[in-house]
């Protein structure tokens, strides 16, 4: 026996709620007494689960402003994970391009949502940004890059949620990632709460409002179907722009509860997914709920949406692409069962079993 814990997490930054920090708590509810290393932790901005874990960040995290607006911290993330150290037999870094820079005293498993999307998807990560921020960031990024590459490295195993990212793992670090879809935890059977002021019969967009998710052609896409509503769940930078936009089929409801949310998805007809995503998690949670989707044609969508049986695809993220997928997916019969199924095949317990298989190979090497 080492004497050290079992098992230790490190995720990027708990600021919001989206999949990665689902995974996280996934993980922490399996394993509750591994603690959670991040950078920054704003208890009312992430889910509020983790309260009841143990979650210690770094020194950074006394910045206020950071925790308000972690794009601000990119300078400094690469240096300030390179300081955290971590003893524990196994640590499982869930990372989207800082937490794998971890030094740690055992094993370490990464968890690549995506590589650091700043750096080799710099043109949507920079949508929408001033001309200052992308100098600094072309400043920055051959640094980083040598950075992220040695951080890589040091993992014992890397596993990624979707073969999109199984891809650009291998191009960005010449490495041959797993691939281990992430958890649906959104609880079907748990209670719902209707939303005030909303009846049942829209499409649903579940996203956060960036320029890369593209919600902007998804309300464009509703104004020329006015007879059927669009209701958008999310928060982000644009969310006060596409309220203003936002047609009378429209409704922006901006962050809801989990009760409002299993409701939302029960009440809809189906979802609709124009972003640009590493995995693509909603067509998942809404066909857990018998619901399809119409999804871009592009990275994780293509392993969480059958075409034909849990929805349909459409190529380009324009509103007339989008709406007339739209007609087709609300003009479709579709199968509960099929889509029920479908989802039950990215359960948690199989998501656990898959990770905690590489844990247990990996236990007992050291660095």
Not at 8 to 21: K, M
Not at 39 to 51: I, R, V
Not at 206 to 225: H, M, Q, T
């Amino acid at each position: 026996m080492s004497g050290r814990p079992p098992l230790a997490l490190v995720h990027d930054y708990l600021t919001q709620r989206g999949g990665a920090e689902r995974v996280v708590l996934t993980l922490s509810d399996a394993n509750p007494g591994a603690t959670i290393h991040t950078s920054l932790y704003d208890p009312a901005s992430t889910f509020p689960e983790f309260s009841t874990h143990d979650v210690r960040t770094l020194p950074l995290d006394r910045i206020r402003i950071l925790r308000d607006h972690h794009r601000l911290a990119l300078p400094l993330l690469a240096p300030a994970f390179s300081r955290l150290h971590v003893d524990a037999e196994v640590t499982v870094c869930s990372s989207s391009g800082w937490a794998h820079g971890a030094r740690v005293t055992g094993a370490k498993v990464v968890y690549c949502h995506n590589p650091a999307r700043w750096l080799y998807q710099a043109d949507q990560y920079l949508a929408g940004s001033s001309r200052l921020a992308a100098a600094g960031l072309a400043v920055l990024s051959p640094p980083l890059r040598r950075w992220d590459s040695r951080a890589a490295a040091t993992a014992d195993r890397y596993l990624v949620n979707s073969r999109a990212v199984q891809a650009r793992v291998a191009d960005a670090y010449g490495i041959d990632a797993d691939v281990v879809p992430p958890p649906v935890s959104i609880d079907v059977d748990g209670p719902r709460r209707a939303v005030e002021g909303i009846e049942p019969g829209f499409v649903l967009c579940v996203s956060r409002l960036l320029p890369y998710k593209n919600v902007g052609a998804v309300v464009e896409a509703a104004a020329r179907r006015p007879a059927q509503p669009l209701v958008v769940v999310g928060t982000g930078p644009e969310s006060e722009a596409l309220t203003a936009a936002a047609p009378a089929n429209v409704t922006v409801l901006g962050r809801v509860a989990d009760e409002e949310l299993r409701w939302l998805y029960a009440a809809c007809l189906g979802l609709v997914a124009a972003s640009y995503e590493d995995f693509g998690l909603t067509p998942i949670e809404a066909a857990a709920f018998g619901r399809p989707t119409a999804a871009l044609r592009w990275g994780g969508f293509l392993d969480t949406v059958v075409e034909g049986t849990t929805g349909l695809f459409f190529d380009e993220p324009t509103p007339d692409a989008i709406a007339s997928a739209l007609d087709h997916l609300t003009g479709t019969a579709w199968s509960e069962h099929e889509l029920t199924v479908h989802a039950a095949t990215f359960s948690p317990g199989r998501f656990l079993t898959s990770v905690a298989a590489v844990v247990d190979e990996v236990r007992g090497t050291s660095r």
